[in-house]
């Protein structure tokens, strides 16, 4: 059995993500994977079962890097509105500041094939834990994931998306905020 080798299974991902930023998923096939990451096609299955196991293993790595770098913001004493802000611009600028990364969750999310092996919802590491917390209190309206889910992270990426063409929205990021914490609180 072949040992698996760090250095590898990361230039497999970067060219597994470049590929499909650059010609879409159906253009990044496990043959063109592996030539942009130096690797034979065979080596790509020492790590993977398949290309749909790949896409879903990178989708929910990148889905959780960005949860995870805005959970050290969201302290549970926050108030209801503090947290909604500091979730919504820590999102955008993880967003940002990571382009790359929010690309490819941003077409992986949108990918219903792929959905049937993760949900972003599950990659939240913490996130909803910690608004589950403010349902409890009576702070956050009850909603499913699923609602929260579509009403926090779809119109920051839209804004994310949006930055390259309008410069940092600030007015819409802070109009964002405050129409969040109407519906939510």
């Known amino acids: ?6 250095d590898k299974l990361e230039r497999i991902k970067e060219a597994m993500v470049s590929l499909i930023l650059r010609e879409g ?18 080596t790509i299955y020492v790590y ?17 890097a960005s949860f995870h770098a805005l959970l050290p913001s969201l302290s549970q004493d926050l108030s209801g509105a503090d947290f909604i802000d500091a979730f919504v611009r820590g999102f ?7 382009e790359e990364a929010f690309s490819f969750v941003e077409q992986c999310s949108r990918c219903p094939t792929l959905s049937a092996y993760v949900r972003e919802e599950d990659c939240c590491c913490g996130i ?8 409890h209190q009576g702070i956050f309206r009850p909603m499913s994931d699923l609602t929260l889910s579509a009403l ?8 994310a998306s949006q930055r390259a063409e309008c410069g940092v929205p600030e007015p819409a990021l802070s109009e964002l ?5 109407k519906m939510l609180l």
């Not at 059995?1 to 760090?6: C, E, F, G, Q, S």
């Not at 096939?29 to 096609?41: D, H, L, N, T, Y």
Request: net charge negative; glycine share 2%.
């Open 1 to 6: 059995m072949r040992t698996r080798d760090y």
């Open 25 to 42: 998923m159906n253009g990044a096939s496990v043959a063109k994977i592996a030539r942009e990451a130096g690797v034979s096609p065979a």
């Open 48 to 64: 993977y079962s398949s290309k749909e196991e790949m896409l879903a293993d990178v989708f929910r790595e990148y889905s959780h």
């Open 92 to 98: 955008f600028d993880y967003s940002v500041q990571n």
């Open 128 to 135: 909803f834990e910690r608004i589950h917390a403010y349902q």
């Open 152 to 159: 926090l992270l779809a119109p920051v990426r839209f804004l």
């Open 177 to 181: 905020i405050e129409q969040l914490q």
